[in-house]
Each structure stands twice: as C-alpha cells, then as structure tokens.
C-alpha cells in the first residue's frame, strides 16, 4: 500500500526558508506524480507544485504563486520528495500535504490524486 509521510514544517520568519520532505513507500511503478498541496484556513486548497517521475526521467510544475521561490526535487535512492521553500511570505502559511497519482496528466490537480500524506503546517510570521 502506498503511504507519504510529510515533515519538515515549522514557524519561519517572512523571507526566511523551510524544506518540507516527503517520504514515499509502496510504489512499485515507474510512472506516477508526487504533488505537493496547501490549505489554509477558511481557504480552498492550492496544487503549489508536482514532480512527474516516468522512467527515470522527471519534469516539474509550480503555481504562479511559489515560481522563483519553492523547488521540487526527488532523492530516488531515498524515495523521499523535497520542497524547498525560499522567500517565504505570510500568504504562505498553511498546511501542506503531499499526494501520489500513478499518471504524470494531473500536476495541480488534486482532486486526480488517490493517496495523500497526513500534512505538516507551515506557519509564516514574524
């Protein structure tokens, strides 16, 4: 069974950084998406990112939001996913989760993805 597992969340102050991981087990294929989602309160939730993994070969998605800021990486010997979050504004306080899609066609969407993580919160403020 597929399980993620998020950490690496915290309280940071504005313009400071935070790298959330995301350790991944079960997957026994070679064609899937880990996403990374955030939610904050009151709010719908946001796709801020995906990693396509197919044969080895990755390609990478990001909101307009976090483009120049967060960076999406995957550690394959370790099956664990990182996010690396730079600049980080108050507006990005929430809690973020990471998904798994065994396809490469839905990166934001997160209504596509079938397993999901249990979230680790972000809080940005000073």
């Known amino acids: 069974q597929v399980q993620l597992v998020e950490s690496g969340g915290g309280l940071v102050q504005p313009g400071g950084s935070l790298r959330l991981s995301c350790a991944v087990s079960?997957?026994?294929?070679?064609?899937?998406?880990i996403g990374w989602f955030r939610q904050a309160p009151g709010k719908e939730r946001e796709g801020v990112s995906c990693?396509?993994?197919?044969?080895?070969?990755?390609?990478?998605g990001y909101a307009d939001s976090v483009k120049g800021r967060f960076t999406i990486s995957r550690d394959s010997a370790k099956n664990t996913v990182y996010l690396q979050m730079n600049s980080l504004k108050p507006e990005d306080t929430a809690v973020y989760y990471c998904?798994?899609?065994?396809?490469?066609?839905?990166?934001?969407?997160?209504?596509?993805?079938?397993?999901w993580g249990q979230g680790t919160q972000v809080t940005v403020s000073s």
């Open positions: 990693i396509n993994i197919r044969n080895g070969q990755t390609s990478t």
């Open positions: 079960g997957f026994t294929s070679d064609y899937y998406a």
């Open positions: 998904a798994s899609v065994l396809t490469n066609w839905y990166c934001l969407q997160g209504n596509k993805y079938d397993y």
